[in-house]
């Protein structure tokens, strides 16, 4: 469903607010997924390289920390892909720092439905199961929605101190392809819904704001100041980019070559075995003696 243009202030493009140099000059121009790729490369770019035994049979750059980090920024950037299919109207901004301790909003949305913070859960191929306080994934409880409960009215807060008026936040949970997603009983403020039905389920939200109020929310949103006090550090995001593609091409390629190494071993035991049997066949048959 597609809003109503007529009304719809003109869309932003994050990039027409990236300096020539690259360089972040707004919170508009954070990256999905941001915060946990900065700490991953942070943490990648202080432990020893891989040897060179270790890139011909497919070892994995990451370590056990980097590759929850790494899940993380790829969920966070699967979920912008989907808020990438809202119509004009719909301001998203991205890894927004709550707190001076790295703590952030994983995406902010704010359009003619209302204003919500988007938090991504993601646990591919696993069951999810929600209830009105509880998540559960693959059978283990985890404290999503109680969390979300605290960061509405932490966003509800700031954000209404830094646009001078009241501004009212609800919340979703987005799960990246989950196996399943059983939500029993809906909270009133949380939304646990897949990733992929973002786009469709914001869009049919009843319009509460005007296009105007969109705007002056979305420029409160963007300054740094709304969120802490002081200036963040300056992060050159189109650097920050390069680097997470260039560790992501690094990772699918060791992927690749652990699974032309399992097929070569698999075609050499295999044929082990068919060797051995037919020797052991010939043998029964008493049509081969050994020396």
Same mark, same amino acid.
């Given at each position: 469903?597609?809003?109503?243009?007529? *009304?719809?202030?003109?869309?932003?493009?994050?990039?027409?607010?990236?300096?020539? /140099?690259? !360089?972040?000059?707004?919170?508009?121009?954070?990256?999905?997924?941001?915060?946990?790729?900065? /700490?991953?490369?942070?943490?990648?770019?202080?432990?020893?390289?891989?040897?060179?035994?270790?890139?011909?049979? +497919?070892?994995?750059? *990451?370590?056990?920390?980097?590759? !929850?980090?790494?899940?993380?920024?790829?969920?966070?950037?699967?979920v912008a892909d989907a808020l990438g299919a809202l119509a004009s109207g719909w301001v998203v901004l991205h890894s927004l720092p709550v707190s001076s301790g790295g703590s952030d909003i994983d995406h902010l949305v704010i359009g003619p439905g209302g204003v919500f913070i988007i938090a991504t859960l993601n646990h591919s191929k696993q069951t999810v199961?929600?209830?009105?306080?509880?998540?559960?994934?693959? +059978?283990?409880?985890?404290?999503?929605?109680?969390?979300?409960?605290?960061?509405?009215?932490?966003?509800?807060?700031? *954000?209404?101190?830094?646009?001078?008026?009241?501004? /009212? !936040?609800?919340?979703?949970?987005?799960?990246?392809?989950?196996?399943?997603?059983?939500?029993?009983?809906?909270?009133?403020?949380? /939304?646990?819904?897949?990733?992929?039905?973002?786009?469709?389920?914001?869009t049919m939200r009843r319009r509460v704001l005007s296009p105007d109020d969109v705007l002056e929310i979305a420029e409160a949103a963007e300054r740094s100041t709304t969120w802490h006090q002081g200036d963040g550090p300056v992060i050159d995001t189109s650097d920050l980019r390069a680097r997470f593609e260039t560790l992501r091409l690094d990772v699918t390629r060791a992927w690749r070559l652990q699974l032309i190494w399992a097929g070569v071993i698999s075609v050499v035991a295999a044929s082990t075995f068919l060797g051995v049997s037919y020797v052991i066949l010939l043998s029964a048959l008493g049509l081969w003696t050994p020396q």
């Open positions: 469903m597609m809003a109503d243009e007529d *009304l719809a202030p003109p869309a932003i493009d994050q990039g027409d607010l990236v300096s020539p /140099e690259g !360089v972040q000059a707004s919170l508009g121009d954070n990256l999905p997924g941001q915060t946990a790729m900065a /700490e991953l490369l942070r943490q990648h770019d202080g432990k020893s390289p891989r040897s060179l035994l270790g890139r011909i049979f +497919g070892s994995s750059p *990451l370590t056990d920390d980097t590759r !929850v980090l790494f899940n993380v920024a790829l969920g966070e950037i699967e199961w929600a209830s009105q306080r509880t998540l559960m994934v693959g +059978g283990i409880r985890y404290p999503d929605i109680r969390n979300m409960e605290y960061e509405m009215g932490r966003v509800e807060r700031l *954000l209404s101190t830094a646009a001078n008026r009241a501004v /009212e !936040v609800s919340a979703v949970l987005a799960v990246v392809a989950p196996k399943s997603l059983t939500v029993r009983q809906k909270h009133r403020d949380v /939304e646990v819904l897949a990733a992929n039905t973002l786009a469709d389920w914001l």
